[in-house]
């Protein structure tokens, strides 16, 4: 069966023949004519209000020819629905019930294969929404995810047209009272992390539109879509670049502007991906963004303490920019602000205790990193979170202690510094609560179990297990404590805790290494000046010191030769005569006869002038000389004792005296169990000698 041709008019209805066969036509010149032909037809019609043939025609053009496989028909498809939209625009002040007809189909012909299909479709569109208006936003969401697709065709004439829509589009919708706002989030939150640069610059472009509109508000939406502008940030484009950073900058301007109708906590998690990340500029900008949220959200920000720590004390390392690192110094004192000014006392159960703890483990791990700025200012928030809240931090002091024992062998001077610094101050704190138990080998007489008491036990644990650091760093870490407490409380808890070592060795080291800095550095000249005066106050310290230095008769001699016990220090020279003169007592001597020729010991020398007075001091240094065996340290103690009135003289005052002067004993006048000490002495010596003995023994039974 072959249908007659009045079928197939009808088949066209209303359209006549000449529209059809011009519709189809492959020249532009005769659609148009026949698209003119068809807006006449539809001015008629809709005179008439002949509705049912407009929609007629209209399902004629969608069906016939813009779903038709020929692009010539879909051509003048379009071109007919272009027609009769301004045919209608005319006739009717709303032509919102005839959109679902145009608008749908020639929004597929966007995707069309054929580039005039596309750019026809553009301008079908565009004639639409001129005529229509407010209207044609009924589909907004389609047209502007068509138009985002768009923005990126390879045909420059497509791209034009959807350039000329895209406008358009954009004008209606400022003039526009109703714009639907939380519909179109969804698909801008879609399209937004679109990776080609023309789509991005369409979105940031959309953005910029929206957001200067005053009856259309977009922070609240903001962090939907704030995560992709900051991917746009790394677009290899400076200008997309640089459209983005002005929109962000804008939506920055308005929260600085509104500040209580932000939601802060959404958008907190999104800029710090980006400070962690390692496009400079959207860290720069994200720094900056978190700084201004830390003085608009004050107390909203302290949940995220932890995580702005990590990225922002990482990039206070010097090989980052300079800008970044400046932003990054200026997050981290706002922060530290922030939290140190806070009103009130700190509550110690809910979410601020767990806050500061997620704090304490991320500044524990911030000390482990390579960058030196980092570790010092985790140094630093440790020490203002201790003054913040002090009782809690001691009950949260496991998290970071460990890492801060670790710091002690820091290469960096400041480093050490400052973490012997926050362990001063966590020592001299009322809120360092004591342990259950007392801490083994804790000195005696001082407050046990305490912070500083397990301080100093970890800290000779640290020394114990490595002898390198205790060599290189040991003397810098004691001098500064020293500085930072005092050295009277510092030599009295470590000499309590040598006093029970069972490690020998280590403990004659620790004291040889112990006695060198009292005799030596600065930071200990006030001690010194106590023992060499032996105060009332200072004997007790003398006495636990003295029990301690057993554990290196060089040590021992050179306290007593400090406290100008020069009596005692002859009898000590009398029994280490009866010790194993070993090459390392010697060179011990040695570097003794060297300290008695510096400043430290300049008063001992000048005692020499007065034999009468100081005999046992002279009978001291010739014992020395007497044990030493004839070397440069021979000669300088002997051409010392030369400059001294004969010795014989010396030593005929102590005879004829007998002890019944005592100001020729130096301070052995006074109160102090010096039989007592002396055997302490014995005792501690001959444990010393048996445990060399045992060494060598298992030595030889190994080698054989």
């Known amino acids: 069966f072959r ?5 197939k008019d009808r088949q066209f209805e209303p359209l006549t023949a000449n529209m059809v066969k ?56 379009l071109i007919g629905l272009s027609a009769t939209a301004v045919a209608l625009g005319q006739q009717y002040q709303s032509i919102r019930e005839y959109l679902p007809e145009f608008v749908p189909p ?98 940031v472009s959309w953005l910029t539109v929206l957001d200067s509109v005053p009856d259309i508000e977009l922070l609240g939406y903001l962090p939907n879509f704030l995560n992709g502008l900051f991917k746009i940030l790394s677009d290899p484009s400076a200008e997309i670049r640089c459209m983005c950073e002005t929109l962000l900058g804008e939506f920055l301007r308005e929260i600085k502007a509104v500040p209580a109708n932000v939601n802060y906590a959404a958008m907190v998690d999104i800029l710090l991906n980006y400070c962690s990340g390692e496009d400079p500029l959207a860290k720069l900008i994200a720094m900056t963004w978190l700084n201004e949220f830390i003085g608009l959200a004050k107390n909203k920000m302290l949940p995220f303490t932890a995580q702005i720590i990590e990225p922002v004390l990482a ?112 020592s001299l704190s009322p809120d360092s609560a ?8 804790a000195a005696p007489g ?14 000779l644990a640290v020394f114990r297990g490595d002898r390198e650091l205790l060599e290189r760093r040991g003397p810098f870490i004691l001098r500064q404590l020293c500085m930072l407490l005092t050295p009277e409380k510092i030599y009295s808890a470590l000499a309590g805790i040598l006093l029970e070592e069972t490690d020998l060795e280590f403990a004659a080291l620790m004291v040889q290494n112990l006695n060198i800095i009292l ?10 000046r106590s023992l060499q005066g032996m105060g009332p106050e200072v004997r007790p310290l003398f006495c636990q010191l003295y029990r301690t230095w057993c554990h290196n008769p060089v040590a021992t001699l050179t306290l007593c030769l400090l406290g100008q016990v020069y009596d005692h220090a002859c009898e000590l020279l009398l029994r280490m005569a009866d010790l194993e003169v070993t090459v390392a007592l010697l060179v011990e001597i040695d570097k003794l006869v060297q300290l008695l020729e510096s400043p ?105």
């Open 3 to 7: 249908p007659s041709m009045s079928d």
């Open 22 to 77: 011009g519709l189809n036509d492959k020249l532009y010149d005769k659609r148009k004519a026949a698209a003119l032909e068809v807006e006449k037809l539809v001015k008629q019609l809709a005179t008439s209000d002949d509705k049912a043939k407009i929609m007629a025609l209209t399902g004629v053009l969608r069906k016939e020819f813009v779903f038709s496989t020929n692009p010539n028909s879909r051509k003048g498809g």
């Open 106 to 203: 020639i929004l597929s012909c966007f995707s069309d294969q054929d580039t005039r299909v596309r750019y026809y479709a553009c301008e079908a569109l565009y004639n639409i929404a001129k005529v229509s208006r407010g209207d044609v936003l009924i589909f907004f969401n389609r047209i502007f995810d068509a138009l985002s697709k768009l923005a990126a065709d390879a045909d420059p004439g497509v791209k034009n047209g959807s350039e000329l829509l895209d406008r358009l589009v954009k004008d209606i919708v400022t003039e526009s009272p109703t714009f639907d706002v939380p519909k179109f989030i969804p698909l801008l939150t879609e399209r937004i992390y679109a990776v080609n640069p023309f789509t991005r610059q369409f979105m």
């Open 315 to 426: 990039s206070l390392a010097m090989e980052v920019d300079a800008n970044i690192r400046e932003h990054a110094t200026s997050v981290n004192t706002s922060l530290m602000k922030l939290i140190a000014e806070q009103s009130g006392p700190f509550q110690e159960t809910g979410e601020e205790a767990f806050v500061l703890l997620s704090a304490l483990a991320m500044l524990s791990l911030q000390l482990q990193k390579e960058a030196v700025p980092t570790r010092v200012a985790a140094l630093r928030w440790v020490l203002m979170l201790h003054r913040r809240i002090p009782t809690k931090f001691f009950e949260l002091i496991g998290e970071i202690f460990p890492s801060l024992m670790r710091t002690l062998s820091d290469p960096a001077d400041r480093v050490v510094v400052l973490d012997l610094e926050v362990f001063s101050e966590l």
């Open 434 to 441: 004591p342990d259950s138990k007392p801490a083994e080998g």
């Open 446 to 459: 001082a407050h046990a179990n305490t912070f500083f008491n397990k301080f100093m036990l970890d800290l």
């Open 519 to 528: 005799m030596t550095a600065t930071e200990l000249f006030g001690l010194r």
């Open 600 to 704: 430290i010991f300049s008063a001992l020398r000048m005692q020499l002038l007065e034999p009468q007075r100081h005999a046992y001091l002279i009978k001291c240094l010739y014992g020395l000389l007497m044990i030493l065996p004839q070397s440069a340290a021979y000669s300088t103690l002997r051409q010392r004792l030369d400059c001294v009135p004969t010795i014989i003289h010396s030593l005929r005052l102590l005879e004829d005296n007998c002890g019944n002067t005592t100001a020729q004993k130096g301070n052995i006048s006074l109160d102090l169990p010096f039989k007592d000490l002396l055997a302490h002495f014995q005792q501690v010596q001959a444990r010393h000698f048996e445990a060399s003995r045992a060494a060598l023994r298992a030595a030889t039974e190994l080698i054989a």
